[in-house]
């Protein structure tokens, strides 16, 4: 079934929002009493089905209601900084938003090629890969902040910084990191974080550690952070 978001629903009849209307019955031409999946981002599912395919208000009645009663037993935050090529960034939110993330935080630090993003458009990535991977929680995308706001943020769980550099304090994340904990891991951009934003962070409390022995770009590192904390939960 084809699936749209929704995150205003409450009732068993829904008028889904002109862009959705006209995406259901122009593009997807789909017709009275044809089924889909309202997904609200926040744990519900709706099945529904079409009783009125009209292009700029479909209205549809729900048939079913699936929910998820909590999410994972663990919060996973990531904080990125942008890159300078957006089409990066926007694979990073897509493929972070499969993998299963609690919280994305865009942030500028010292070295940051893009110091400004457009958060409406990168809102309806994360909507699309919330939608295709049928998860029953979207992700915050958060609005962009500087590094020492960031580091100074409220966080009871875990916090680690990730970085380029050699140095001895550096662990892999997966001899630091235990099952089940929250965490908030920050990935620098492509000039990677200054040594003093490193020090910086770990006199707030942050760990600093390594994702792989390769030096990967800004939004792999995101991504590979993602993979490994879902793989050890």
């Not at 995101?222 to 793989?231: C, K, S, Y």
């Amino acid at each position: 079934m084809h699936i749209f978001y929704t995150p205003d629903i409450n009732t068993d009849f829904y008028t889904l929002s002109e862009e959705e209307s006209k995406h259901c019955v122009k593009v997807l031409r789909m017709n009275v009493g044809e089924k889909m999946i309202l997904i609200d981002g926040k744990g519900k599912h709706y099945i529904s089905e079409i009783i009125d395919n009209h292009p700029k208000r479909c209205s549809v009645k729900v048939t079913e209601i699936v929910e998820k009663q909590n999410r994972k037993a663990y919060n996973f935050q990531i904080a990125l900084a942008p890159t300078k090529n957006n089409v990066r960034f926007e694979t990073f939110l897509e493929k972070i938003t499969e993998i299963g993330v609690d919280e994305i935080i865009p942030f500028v630090s010292r070295f940051s090629e893009r110091k400004s993003i457009k958060p409406e458009r990168l809102e309806k990535v994360v909507i699309a890969a919330t939608k295709q991977s049928k998860a029953f929680f979207k992700p915050i995308f958060q609005n962009l902040i500087s590094f020492e706001e960031l580091i100074n943020t409220d966080f009871s769980g875990k916090k680690y910084i990730a970085h380029c550099y050699d140095a001895d304090t550096k662990k892999p994340v997966k001899e630091v990191y235990k099952k089940g904990e929250d965490v908030l891991i920050l990935i620098g951009p492509e000039g990677d974080f200054s040594i003093e934003e490193i020090q910086l962070a770990v006199k707030k409390g942050f760990t600093e550690i390594s994702l792989s022995d390769a030096r990967l770009r800004t939004e792999t590192a995101g991504i590979v952070a993602g993979v490994i904390i879902d793989l050890m939960n």
